[in-house]
């Protein structure tokens, strides 16, 4: 767990901002769920032989009342509870979006953090693949608004549960007859979730891996053509895309489309979003059956993905920087500054005195594009000076208190 301080603070506000206009663009509303929830919501929603549920949820029994609770681990869960509990659908669909801290202790590697940040969507109530397209095309929309271009995408349909029933037999049939080739965590999930083994990062099991039968074989008629309608629509949008059958995803709530968006600049774990339908997690978790699609984002691991690529923003730097030669004049400053700020501009005040030598550099050190020096001659006249600090060849210039209103054009920041 970390400490995010300015002025690295600043790239995530200006991430965050970045997300909340592209929610807008697509009508998401924000939700808000606990940090904290009852750790059962997790075991049936995640899976009890996932990776989260058995080692990185942190779990703990309330010393009030001896309810187990969890730190949530993952935004998707939460959401679906509190829409069950509200009815929320009782007038349709929702498009939801969330931002905030999850819980899991994994391994640190980079990027990754006991507390991280993830961003997420959640589109509950529509079934059709139009939908899947949407909030994949939408992810497109947020690597292009943050100036990333080094992502891909790599989709594959879970199909439904007599049909994953199908592909699991003939994956543990494929398994036992070369058990002598499974690792250790690939024989305790033989028969509790072989799907898993296919997401295995261990090199030894890869040509095994490879040679398993394919989900895909055992679609029915509609989950490919929800499949196929899904890609026909990132065509027309000109979306490229690779069909992973290894795909699998780390919960056990997803069926049908599932996906991931990955870049080779992170090391081995490259994966930066993913997602997918989980028609089946309304009713999972206590409500009337819903469709129901999403991803989530590791806030962390994104912003470094826009470091590395060089998109990161400019830190953000005051429009003025107010310089006090006399502490006598700080109602007048204080007024003036207040008035500024109120009109929409950033102004820096200079705060424990010193020399105006040392407060014309704090002031260049700050950024601001300009000085106002409240100076004892200038406020006898009624006036500021307003000294350009980035502009060599820009003349200073007197402005009158009277007029701080109409300072706006001379002092904002382009």
């Known amino acids: 767990m970390n400490d995010i301080l300015p002025p690295d603070s600043a790239r995530w506000e200006w991430f965050e901002d970045t997300v909340r206009r592209l929610m807008r663009r697509y009508a998401y509303q924000n939700v808000r769920t606990p940090i904290v929830e009852h750790t059962p919501l997790f075991v049936r929603g995640l899976g009890e032989v996932t990776d989260i549920v058995e080692k990185e949820m942190y779990s703990f029994v309330d010393s009030m009342n001896g309810d187990p609770l969890t730190l949530r681990p993952e935004g998707t869960a939460g959401v679906v509870r509190a829409m069950v509990e509200h009815n929320a659908l009782y007038d349709g669909g929702k498009r939801l979006f969330y931002i905030g801290p999850m819980f899991r202790h994994e391994r640190p590697q980079r990027g990754r953090y006991r507390q991280f940040h993830q961003v997420g969507v959640e589109a509950l109530g529509y079934a059709g693949p139009e939908v899947d397209a949407e909030v994949i095309l939408m992810c497109r929309a947020l690597w292009q608004d943050l100036g990333l271009g080094e992502v891909r995408l790599d989709i594959n349909s879970l199909g439904q549960a007599d049909e994953r029933r199908a592909h699991r037999a003939a994956l543990i049939a494929h398994f036992e007859a070369n058990a002598e080739l499974l690792d250790e965590e690939a024989r305790r999930r033989l028969h509790s979730n072989p799907l898993r083994i296919l997401d295995t990062k261990n090199p030894a099991m890869q040509p095994l891996v490879e040679a398993a039968p394919q989900l895909m074989g055992y679609l029915g008629e509609a989950s490919l053509k929800h499949f196929d309608a899904l890609r026909a629509m990132l065509d027309a949008a000109g979306q490229p895309y690779r069909i992973n059958p290894r795909l699998v995803r780390g919960m056990?709530?997803?069926?049908?489309?599932?996906?991931?968006?990955?870049?080779?600049?992170?090391?081995?774990?490259?994966?930066?979003?993913?997602?997918?339908?989980?028609?089946?997690?309304?009713?999972?978790?206590?409500?009337?059956?819903?469709?129901?699609?999403?991803?989530?984002?590791?806030?962390?691991r994104v912003l470094d993905l826009v470091q590395q690529l060089g998109a990161s923003p400019p830190a953000p730097v005051p429009d003025a920087y107010a310089i006090v030669p006399d502490a006598a004049a700080l109602p007048v400053v204080i007024r003036t500054v207040e008035a500024l700020r109120a009109a929409g501009l950033a102004v820096q005040l200079h705060v424990g005195g010193g020399s105006m030598k040392s407060q014309f550099k704090r002031a260049d050190a700050s950024g601001?594009?300009?000085?106002?020096?409240?100076?004892?001659?200038?406020?006898?006249?009624?006036?500021?000076?307003?000294?350009?600090?980035r502009d060599a060849a820009a003349a200073q210039t007197a402005q009158a208190l009277a007029d701080v209103a109409t300072w706006g054009p001379l002092l904002r920041t382009p």
């Not at 406020?379 to 000076?385: K, Q």
Request: proline share 4%; net charge negative; hydrophobic share 40%.
């Open 252 to 300: 056990d709530y997803y069926n049908l489309t599932v996906f991931e968006w990955v870049t080779d600049k992170l090391g081995a774990q490259g994966t930066i979003c993913g997602g997918g339908r989980y028609d089946g997690l309304m009713e999972m978790v206590g409500g009337k059956p819903a469709p129901g699609i999403g991803w989530g984002m590791g806030i962390e």
């Open 368 to 389: 601001a594009r300009h000085a106002l020096v409240f100076g004892g001659d200038e406020l006898a006249r009624g006036e500021v000076a307003v000294k350009p600090l």
